[in-house]
């Protein structure tokens, strides 16, 4: 039964996803719409390796976004133009770098001090896109054109060639995030969220585990980026704030913390359901915050969350690793 | 150099802002693991309240007292029916929640009073300049440190000679054993929310005779605040406060001799600290942290 | 020392001292452990037995004196690195992957010992080898049967031979286990002391835990220390400890059945 559900939907994604520029004509959108699907859903995927897999709470993931979104724009506009490919490799590069530099600092803690750390050290990179803006354009963002993909000589990629470059993209970092999961890497990462502990009396220096996750993260989160700014067109700071990063995290829980497609199905409906709201009234905020708190309060497992495991509630797993948890902290005897 | 001390005077005033906004936070996260990420909207909250009490004609001081005491009870109202029911959970969610309660009090400031900045003036009775010695330095300055002096020490008379203190501060070392002992943590829980949103009332109602009052008013503070919490380490009062006065002075003293860096100060200072000290200044040495 | 307890020190600590915020839970205590040997620490709840074992462990690094093992000062190794050179051990409540299944539980050691632990790249052709190993490990605690199961849906007692499981799936040298009985029913018990006896006497390891259950105790250990207050009160055969006066008043009342061993 599994099974069958399972082909149904990976046919169905591949109708919609094949044929996107097609029912973005229909419904009267641009298809860059359908690019930023693409590209949200793989930085909430990039959330989703921190948050769904390895069970800590990454608040700063955008700033690995944005900064890989300057650096194709920055790439494309000062060194080299006109090669799309090694723009979005430039791009993808400082997207990891960006984690790199940071994770030395975080993996040194755990729980809500490190979800304030990545709060906090994201919004360096936020910073410096805003100040230095002899180069970043500060506060006003950066135009750039788009690369040509096979040199000036060629046709410009225009909106549904774009769209399909990164499907392209989309589609090889999806494998990747599949064979990542089923590696043994895979499951140090989900043992690591349910008792870190038991991982390091396991002789797995979870540190370097979560090293490794932190630096994948940004890759990923960084060639969504390098992506976006190439669809766009534009590079600007607010790609960067932790608004955003919240944003990318809701999307995760909203699909399904821990499944392989949840962030992109959360991706797809909090992006249209932010476009429809603010195309249809001006406080629209309001609604995606309160969409934030019900979901929050009622539906933590998300959509495919829920789906695969439809009797547990968070609460029974949480309680659980809780417990685990916390009673190997409490091994000392009182006295 | 005698530029030097009016910048350390801000620095102080600026530092302490952040300290007290740090502390209302660590007293949050330490009891339930919270991460209000709505804190600053209680900041702003408190300042619009008293914005319209003083458009009204009421009294600055009485005004400050009012609006405190409404922002706690929304705030009191919030914890219990929203954030609760979180606190069993893994602290993720409740970090979401603030967020999106942020997002909704943000537009809902806008909508009542607009985007732009209100005019919100000190009362006339602090506003001008004291005379210290040399130094000239604003009054309302001067009364903002007091106001907030005085805070701090009700807090720390209030945790260490209250048997309330006592429980709250039992219950951040070992919540099961205050429940085991009958000690009703709902309300203990409530309190201590109850503490932090009343800081970041007080706070409020002063940054925005400061810095001017608009619906993102708060959230400009919030950030330097969970930096303060960072360097000060977890868990300590005392590295709230070291740590937003070396933040506010830092900040200060940057902004008198290269402008363009004081903001930058901030991540460098965070930077250096947890380089030296990665549990932060006064922080404890957890298993991992 | 008894015959099947012979050969080099394995595990040696020297006036171990640790204390939390001015309690001191472990006073100077020393302990030689020799390979092969059984070796039970017991005493009052409140000894200070677990946070020895978490001295011995890397969980806490003691404040004071030194711990070897086979011959290198580990005082001061991380717990990782620590398992890395032949140790492991469980915690008084199962330390397992509760949402795992058991399977996955024990191949996570295997894969450590193999270092492939952070390995991206699919097992291949070495999935076989895990499963291999796997098998055994389970075969050794019986608990084959449950390979798919997820662990949070087992019986506190098959919990705890999936963590015994685990345990070996880094090959260590050296177990140490804290309360292996606690909380088991009487048949899940016997399965337990069962399985302890056979990690020295099939597996060829050396054993420390720590118990509460005389029975237990008396039966398969060559060497008890009793631990009371943080300190080591008496150490010696199961025979002459467990008729010491000073060892029953300490725990005074608690246990019956240390009167006839």
New interface residues.
């Given amino acids: 039964m599994k099974r069958t559900l399972d082909t149904a939907g990976m046919s169905l994604l591949a109708i919609v996803l094949l044929g996107m520029p097609l029912w973005m004509n229909v419904i009267q959108l641009n298809v860059s719409l359908g690019t930023s699907l693409l590209l949200f859903g793989l930085a909430a995927a990039s959330v989703n390796i921190l948050?769904g897999y390895t069970?800590f709470?990454a608040?700063g993931n955008a700033a690995f976004f944005g900064v890989g979104a300057y650096g194709s724009a920055l790439f494309s506009h000062y060194i080299m133009p006109d090669n799309m490919i090694l723009a979005t490799i430039v791009g993808a590069l400082t997207g990891t770098l960006s984690a790199f530099i940071l994770a030395p600092?975080l993996i040194?803690?755990?729980?809500?001090?490190?979800?304030?750390?990545t709060?906090?050290f994201g919004?360096?990179y936020y910073?410096i896109a805003y100040?230095w803006s002899n180069v970043t354009g500060g506060e006003d963002g950066f135009s750039i054109s788009r690369p040509h993909l096979f040199g000036p000589q060629s046709n410009p990629m225009d909106g549904p060639a774009y769209y399909y470059y990164v499907l392209i993209v989309f589609v090889a970092v999806m494998a990747f995030m599949w064979?990542?999961v089923?590696?043994?890497?895979g499951?140090?990462l989900?043992?690591i969220s349910?008792?870190?502990?038991?991982?390091?009396?396991?002789?797995?220096?979870?540190d370097?585990?979560i090293f490794?996750a932190l630096v994948i993260s940004g890759m990923v989160a960084g060639i969504a980026g390098s992506l976006y700014s190439m669809s766009i067109n534009f590079a600007y700071p607010l790609l960067m704030d932790w608004?955003q990063s919240?944003d990318f995290?809701?999307m995760t829980?909203l699909g399904g913390a821990g499944t392989l497609w949840g962030p992109f199905i959360g991706a797809i409906i909090y992006t249209l359901a932010a476009n429809v709201l603010s195309s249809k009234t001006e406080?629209w905020?309001?609604f995606?915050?309160?969409?934030?708190?019900a979901?929050?309060?009622f539906f933590?497992k998300g959509i495919l969350g829920f789906l695969s495991r439809p009797n547990t509630t968070?609460?029974d797993?949480?309680?659980?690793?809780?417990?685990?948890h916390a009673?190997?902290?409490a091994?000392?005897?009182?006295? | 150099m005698e530029r030097l001390i009016p910048e350390i005077v801000n620095g102080i005033v600026l530092g302490a802002f952040y300290a007290i906004i740090a502390i209302g936070l660590s007293l949050i996260?330490n009891l339930t693991?919270t991460?209000n990420?709505a804190h600053g909207s209680f900041l702003t909250l408190a300042g619009y309240l008293a914005f319209t009490l003083i458009q009204r004609g009421t009294n600055f001081w009485l005004a400050l007292g009012i609006s405190a005491i409404l922002t706690v009870v929304i705030g009191l109202a919030v914890e219990r029916t929203?954030i609760q029911?979180?606190y069993?959970?893994?602290?993720?969610?409740?970090?979401?929640?603030t967020?999106?309660?942020?997002?909704?009090?943000?537009?809902?400031f806008?909508?009542i009073w607009g985007p732009q900045s209100v005019p919100f003036s000190p009362p006339a009775s602090l506003q001008g300049a004291t005379i210290i010695g040399d130094t000239v330095l604003p009054t309302f300055r001067l009364a903002i440190v007091a106001v907030l002096a005085v805070a701090m020490a009700m807090l720390l008379l209030f945790l260490y000679r209250t048997r309330q203190g006592l429980r709250l501060r039992g219950a951040v070392l070992n919540r099961e054993m205050m429940a085991a002992l009958g000690i009703n943590t709902q309300m203990l829980y409530m309190m201590n929310f109850g503490i932090g949103i009343f800081l970041a009332a007080i706070a409020g109602v002063l940054a925005s005779g400061l810095i001017g009052l608009s619906p993102t008013m708060g959230n400009g503070l919030l950030?330097p605040a969970?930096?303060t919490?960072?360097i000060g380490g977890?868990g300590s009062i005392a590295g709230s406060l070291v740590g937003g006065l070396l933040l506010g002075v830092g900040q200060s003293v940057t902004t008198l001799y290269a402008p363009?860096a004081s903001?930058?100060v901030t991540?460098v200072l965070?930077?250096v600290v947890?380089?030296i000290r990665?549990r932060g200044l006064f922080g404890e040495e957890?298993?991992?942290? | 020392m008894s015959v099947a307890a012979s050969g080099d020190v394995m595990l040696r600590a020297e006036k171990v001292s640790l204390s939390?915020g001015g309690?001191h839970?472990v006073v100077e205590v020393d302990i030689e452990v020799h390979e092969r040997e059984i070796f039970a620490i017991i005493g009052p709840?409140?000894?200070?037995?677990?946070?020895f074992?978490?001295a011995l462990?890397g969980?806490?690094f003691p404040e004071a004196g030194k711990v070897s093992f086979l011959g290198r000062d580990i005082t001061r190794a991380?717990?990782?690195?620590r398992?890395?050179r032949g140790m492991?051990?469980t915690?008084?409540?199962p330390?397992?992957?509760?949402?795992?299944t058991v399977y996955?539980n024990v191949?996570?050691?295997v894969?450590?010992?193999m270092a492939?632990?952070?390995?991206?790249?699919?097992?291949g052709g070495r999935k076989k080898q895990v499963d291999v190993r796997v098998d055994e490990l389970l075969g050794f605690v019986n608990m084959q049967r449950w390979k798919d199961t997820q662990v949070?849906s087992l019986s506190h007692g098959s919990q705890r031979l999936v963590e015994i499981a685990?345990c070996l799936?880094?090959d260590p040298k050296l177990v140490l286990l804290?309360e292996p009985t606690a909380g088991l029913a009487e048949a899940d018990t016997a399965r337990v002391m069962e399985v302890v006896r056979d990690l020295r006497d099939r597996l060829g390891l050396t054993v420390v835990f720590v118990e509460h259950n005389m029975r237990f105790v008396a039966s398969l250990a060559d060497t008890i220390m009793v631990m009371d207050r943080g300190r080591a009160l008496l150490r010696g055969e199961p025979k002459e400890v467990l008729n010491d006066a000073r060892v029953r008043e300490a725990y005074l009342g608690v246990e019956e059945d240390t009167a006839d061993v």
């Fill in positions: 948050v069970g709470m608040f600092f040194r803690r755990r729980g809500i001090y490190f979800a304030l750390m709060v906090a919004q360096v910073f100040r064979f990542l089923r590696s043994p890497f499951l140090s989900r043992a349910q008792n870190e502990i038991r991982v390091r009396y396991l002789a797995i220096n979870s370097r585990m490794k608004h919240g995290v809701m829980i406080t905020q309001i995606i915050g309160a969409l934030f708190v979901c929050v309060l933590p968070s609460e797993i949480d309680a659980t690793l809780d417990r685990v009673d190997a902290l091994q000392v005897e009182p006295g | 996260m693991g991460v990420l929203l029911p979180l069993k959970r893994i602290p993720l969610y409740s970090l979401l929640l967020f999106g309660l942020a997002l909704i009090a943000e537009e809902v806008r909508l950030m969970f930096i919490v960072v977890m363009a903001e930058i991540y965070m930077a947890l380089l990665p957890g298993l991992f942290g | 939390f309690v839970a709840n409140g000894a200070g037995k677990t946070s074992f978490n462990t969980f806490y991380p717990n990782y690195e398992i890395g492991s051990r915690f008084q409540t330390s397992i992957f509760p949402e795992l996955e191949a996570l050691g894969h450590s010992k492939i632990a952070g390995s991206l790249r699919g097992l949070a685990a799936s880094v804290d």
